[in-house]
T-cell receptor
């Protein structure tokens, strides 16, 4: 029972490089989202999706792109990495029903130098 | 903007009871979640309150007062494994079940 799978777990990028953080879930959840977690600031929503083909911005979307071509996958793209994007990134999924718990992936620890 | 406040750190003794408070001022409210997060791991679901009152689940209970914008998580019979961060999160609206999180409370349980 895989749940939500994120890859990679660790990544170091140079300023200006681009990369894609992968997220896949096998629970047939319609809702998926990306958060970043910084010390003392809690989790902040970057982008979210309510179903295949539908995405929207969260609280801190600048510098990130997403797409949702299938129910299972929700990749997060960093267009031109900056040191301010050094963070731990979590992908989450949940059912459509209001108040359904979110299931989180194990996180990707990204360092931009 | 949204404002969710919880203490940064707490310390308690093994076997004791601890209460972690969360206050919120948000533009919408469709429920409040508590998550547990051990260091270096993903958050995991503990509780969800949408109506006023106390929800009990084993050693953990969660309380909500919507009129006061206040919730607490009560942990009884503390164990060493309860040392973790506890995240309070408000469900602002039903679209996508998107959550707004507080900064988290790091709980340290001492022998």
């Amino acid at each position: 029972n895989a749940g939500v799978t994120q890859t990679p777990k660790f990544q170091v990028l140079k300023t200006g490089q681009s990369m894609t953080l992968q997220c896949a879930q096998d629970m047939n959840h319609e809702y998926m989202s990306w958060y970043r977690q910084d010390p003392g600031m809690g989790l902040r929503l970057i982008h979210y999706s309510v179903g295949a083909g539908i995405t929207d911005q969260g609280e801190v979307p600048n510098g990130y792109n997403v797409s949702r071509s299938t129910t299972e996958d929700f990749p997060l793209r960093l267009l031109s990495a900056a040191p301010s994007q050094t963070s731990v990134y979590f992908c989450a999924s949940s059912e459509v029903m209001s108040g359904s718990e979110a299931f989180f992936g194990q996180g990707t620890r990204l360092t931009v130098v | 903007g949204q404002n969710i406040d919880q203490p940064t750190e707490m310390t308690a003794t093994e076997g004791a009871i601890v209460q972690i408070n969360c206050t919120y001022q948000t533009s919408g409210f469709n429920g409040l979640f508590w998550y547990q997060q051990h260091a270096g791991e993903a958050p995991t679901f503990l509780s969800y309150n949408v109506l006023d009152g106390l929800e009990e689940k084993g050693r953990f209970s969660s309380f909500l007062s919507r009129s006061k914008g206040y919730s607490y998580l009560l942990l009884k019979e503390l164990q060493m494994k309860d040392s973790a961060s506890y995240l309070c999160a408000v469900l602002l609206n039903n679209a996508g079940n998107m959550l707004t999180f507080g900064g988290g409370t790091r709980l340290m349980v001492k022998p």
